[in-house]
């Protein structure tokens, strides 16, 4: 892959009891994300070449147990205005206590190939989605989630993630993963979007 290729990386920063692309424990789920009360998450995107220079940044909130996390990519990448950009990175699938991302939406809307990184061994989340949520929050979460692309796993520098992609095939989404990961086992534009994010959450004080 040429050194000025580009890809946005999409990651969050949650200042509260919640890990991303994880579940926290019942007692400290939020309850009123669907009152428009319900805390922010944090979100960048960062545009990072392939030889790991940073290129633009732009940060949105998603509500933490909400449904707005597509269109908060969304809004990034519109912010941004990069066409140049040939590839989307997102961190995981359901951030935020759930809020889960529709990848199928993010790729028409941008036109580009999308691939959701996550990091963490998972047996899937359809138990977690029929323990937390009833009625319409579960419904959607279910359908969403089923309609989500394989989990495929991929070692990269010594260490496993999991690839799940639209708008190109695995191994595409795999050479690209790859390239955009120098060192580590963290992707360049995801690593510098969740560092991004975390500084301007705790400069907004959220």
């Known amino acids: 892959m040429k050194p000025g290729t580009r890809a946005l990386g999409i990651a969050e920063s949650y200042g509260g009891t919640e890990r991303a692309n994880s579940t926290p424990a019942t007692h400290s789920l939020p309850t009123n994300a669907a009152s428009g009360d319900a805390p922010r998450s944090t979100i960048c995107g960062a545009v990072v070449r392939a030889d790991r220079v940073v ?28 066409e140049d950009v040939r590839y989307i990175l997102i961190s ?16 028409a809307e941008t036109n580009r190939p999308v ?69 580590g086992g963290r992707p360049e534009p995801l690593r510098v979007a969740r560092m991004a994010a975390r500084a301007a959450r705790r400069f907004g004080g959220n």
């Open 55 to 82: 290129d633009g940044l732009a940060f949105d909130y998603w509500t933490v147990g909400g449904d707005d996390a597509t269109d908060a990519i969304c809004r990034v990448w519109e912010t941004l205005d990069r």
């Open 92 to 107: 995981g699938i359901a951030p935020a206590w759930f809020n889960l991302i529709d990848l199928h939406h993010v790729a």
């Open 115 to 183: 691939i959701s990184v996550s990091f963490e061994q998972s047996e899937g989340l359809e138990p977690a989605l029929n323990e937390q949520f009833s009625g319409d929050e579960r419904e959607w979460r279910l359908e969403r989630y089923r309609n989500a692309p394989t989990r495929t796993p991929l070692e990269i520098d010594g260490e496993q993630v999991f690839v799940r992609a639209v708008g190109c095939d695995d191994d595409t989404a795999a050479r690209v993963v790859h390239a955009f990961t120098p060192e």
